[in-house]
């Protein structure tokens, strides 16, 4: 902590990745400053992301963070201090995986170590992505940045998981997940061509709320010190948990209802005004 940032007046700032830190897998330079100077003002600066760590490249954390909240509040880490480190328990993977492979889904494992999916699903990810993608040059090589961190991994049940992304199935996701059971909850996938087969499956009692909780206790802060910004539907919970509350314009409009403040999408330097706006630049 700085000498011009008391106690009372420090912040826990946790930013969402895709669609709010990041556009498209890349950071504006601007945000990446305003994270900068916000932790020479001796505020907290965390990425709080449904990736897991094993997908956070280095361009994407190279503006450096306090922490991470990965696998949407699975996985929990402040400096070199694991906080919090959740997997399906096996008996619920173990299901999740042999329904997900009766309905033909193609997907990926996440784990904070390595992200890992069969060979045939990495080959066909790797070709369909580009090639549907009907956006930005940028908005392609953040996908490859996905599909080139991925392990190869034939054997699925040997590996333990926080988190499952499906890039295709042949039944919508929340009917797979309905068979999987109540223990888990599904959100659709943030790429709107993949169809409803794609999205993420996570146990039902995790959400990022949950990963933020865990660094506030340890840092011994009061909730109305932590400051939140995101886009997403997994982001939620994080904005219903903030002292101070940052949507990016364009969201959900229930995350819209929910947020204190709007600010500009990431292409705009959103995080960097708001973080001007809110004093995060100032001890």
């Known amino acids: 902590m700085t000498e011009t940032t008391s106690a009372s007046s420090r912040r826990a700032i946790f930013l969402d990745v895709d669609g ?12 990446a400053e305003a994270v900068r100077a916000a932790r020479r003002a001796g505020h907290l600066v965390l990425l709080c992301t449904g990736r897991p760590v094993s997908l956070l490249p280095g361009h994407i954390t190279a503006a450096g963070f306090d922490g991470f909240i990965a696998g949407a509040g699975a996985y929990a880490v402040l400096g070199d201090e694991v906080l919090l480190d959740t997997r399906f ?33 990495i080959e066909a990810m790797s070709a369909y992505l580009p090639r549907r993608s009907v956006h930005s040059q940028a908005e392609e090589q953040g996908r490859r940045d996905v599909t080139d961190a991925l392990r190869p991994t034939e054997d699925l049940g040997s590996v333990a998981f926080g988190k499952i992304t499906s ?7 929340p009917e797979i997940a309905a068979l999987v059971g109540p223990e888990v909850a599904v959100i659709p996938s943030s790429i709107p061509d993949l169809g409803p087969g794609a999205g993420e499956m996570f146990l039902a009692d995790v959400h990022k709320a ?23 539907p997994n982001d939620l919970e994080m904005l219903a948990y903030a002292g101070v509350s940052v949507a990016i314009e364009g969201s959900d409009p229930a995350l819209l209802d929910l947020a204190d403040h709007v600010a500009a999408r990431p292409d705009a330097g959103g995080v960097a005004a708001a973080f001007a706006e809110l004093g995060l630049l100032d001890g």
């Open 167 to 173: 890039f295709h199935a042949e039944a919508p996701l």
């Open 210 to 232: 949950v990963g933020i909780a865990a660094v506030v206790e340890r840092l011994g802060l009061a909730r109305e010190q932590v400051v939140a910004f995101g886009d997403g």
């Open 89 to 121: 328990p096996g008996g619920l993977a173990a299901r999740a995986i042999e329904i997900l492979d009766a309905h033909g889904a193609m997907y990926f494992l996440e784990a904070p170590d390595a992200t890992h999916a069969r060979p045939a699903t």
């Open 20 to 31: 709010t830190y990041a556009h498209h897998g890349r950071v504006p330079e601007a945000h």
